[in-house]
């Protein structure tokens, strides 16, 4: 019987037949916990982020990766459990769950400079996926880890080209929270088009929708002449539109004196489109 819920091809074919209809008439179900013990497999892959609950359910880039995730999980017999680590305390808890053969694998998004997840998977042997380059210290070996992300230095520096190609002179940028590798190769990319920027043209943001406006309003404050802006997230970009959306009312257009470039490639919504 196990053979062929199991869906071995060893049984006969009219016995197997017997068994399926045996199996729908009582509405068998297996149960997952003896069957882990044999298999040794809990058929649950754990996904932990490293930002606050709430951020997830109004930063379009979360929605649209737990989505996928879940989709491909489910499609692969999988069940996704998710995880959140918002305070240091939280490492404890997560790294005992991770390590009590609750799940048969990781996949880590969020990741800061020296967290202390990659060493923690790393040392329990768990299989992780990280997304995003992993932005681990000196003493861990961050080409032995398996990640997949975008170009961010190449993606950036393409962005700036274009606003050069504009004939911007005045280009600013908003980056993301400097303890992100993400946010660290975008700023690079910027720099690899602009070396000699001043500092007054950088203000740190931190992928929301409000620190975007927050650092718009800072590079306004210092560079009342900015003509461009390469912002390091489309949620930040948004955030900066509503702030040149006052401009527009005060006489200076958009994008035509001031152009906008986000990153992240998210599907425009009627009310967030970028500008450039």
Same mark, same amino acid.
């Given at each position: 019987?196990?053979?062929?819920?199991?869906?071995?091809?060893?049984?006969?074919?009219?016995?197997?037949?017997?068994?399926?209809?045996?199996?729908?008439?009582?509405?068998?179900? &297996?149960?997952?916990?003896?069957? +882990? #013990?044999?298999?040794?497999?809990? /058929?649950?892959?754990?996904?932990?982020?490293?930002?606050?609950? /709430? %951020?997830?359910?109004?930063?379009?880039?979360?929605?649209?990766?737990?989505?996928?995730?879940?989709?491909?999980?489910?499609?692969?017999?999988?069940?996704?459990?998710?995880?959140?680590?918002?305070?240091?305390?939280?490492?404890?808890?997560?790294? /005992?769950? #991770?390590?009590?053969?609750?799940?048969?694998?990781?996949?880590?998004? +969020?990741?800061?400079?020296?967290?202390?997840?990659?060493?923690?998977? *790393?040392?329990?042997?768990?299989?992780?996926?990280?997304?995003?380059?992993?932005?681990?210290?000196?003493?861990?070996?961050?080409?032995?880890?398996?990640?997949?992300?975008?170009?961010?230095?190449?993606?950036?520096?393409?962005?700036?080209?274009?606003?050069?190609?504009?004939?911007?002179?005045?280009?600013?940028?908003?980056?993301?929270?400097? /303890?992100?590798?993400?946010?660290?190769?975008?700023?690079?990319?910027?720099?690899?088009?602009?070396?000699?920027?001043?500092?007054?043209?950088?203000?740190?943001?931190?992928?929301?929708?409000?620190?975007?406006?927050?650092?718009? +309003?800072?590079? #306004?404050?210092?560079? &009342?002449?900015?003509?461009?802006?390469?912002?390091?997230?489309?949620?930040?970009?948004?955030?900066?539109?509503?702030?040149?959306?006052?401009? %527009? *009312?005060?006489?200076? +257009?958009? &994008?035509?004196?001031?152009?906008?470039?986000?990153?992240?490639?998210?599907? &425009?919504?009627?009310?967030?489109?970028?500008?450039?």
């Amino acid at each position: 019987m196990s053979r062929v819920i199991n869906g071995e091809p060893r049984a006969r074919a009219a016995v197997a037949e017997r068994i399926r209809e045996a199996v729908d008439e009582l509405g068998y179900v &297996p149960n997952q916990a003896a069957r +882990s #013990l044999v298999t040794r497999r809990n /058929n649950a892959v754990a996904v932990v982020v490293t930002e606050p609950q /709430n %951020r997830l359910f109004v930063d379009p880039y979360f929605d649209c990766h737990l989505r996928d995730i879940r989709q491909e999980l489910v499609q692969q017999g999988a069940q996704p459990v998710l995880l959140f680590i918002e305070e240091p305390d939280d490492y404890p808890r997560v790294g /005992n769950f #991770l390590g009590g053969g609750h799940v048969d694998g990781a996949l880590l998004f +969020s990741l800061r400079t020296d967290d202390p997840l990659p060493a923690m998977v *790393e040392h329990m042997g768990l299989p992780a996926i990280f997304g995003g380059r992993p932005a681990v210290g000196s003493g861990h070996r961050s080409q032995g880890y398996t990640y997949v992300d975008a170009d961010n230095r190449g993606g950036a520096r393409e962005a700036v080209r274009h606003l050069v190609s504009l004939g911007r002179r005045h280009i600013g940028t908003i980056t993301g929270p400097l /303890n992100q590798a993400s946010a660290i190769d975008r700023l690079d990319g910027y720099r690899d088009v602009l070396p000699d920027t001043p500092p007054r043209l950088i203000a740190e943001g931190d992928f929301t929708l409000q620190g975007g406006a927050t650092a718009m +309003s800072e590079l #306004l404050d210092r560079c &009342p002449d900015l003509d461009a802006v390469f912002v390091a997230s489309d949620l930040m970009a948004s955030g900066a539109l509503r702030v040149l959306r006052v401009l %527009r *009312e005060r006489g200076r +257009s958009v &994008p035509e004196e001031v152009a906008v470039v986000g990153f992240d490639d998210l599907a &425009p919504s009627p009310r967030r489109r970028s500008h450039h």
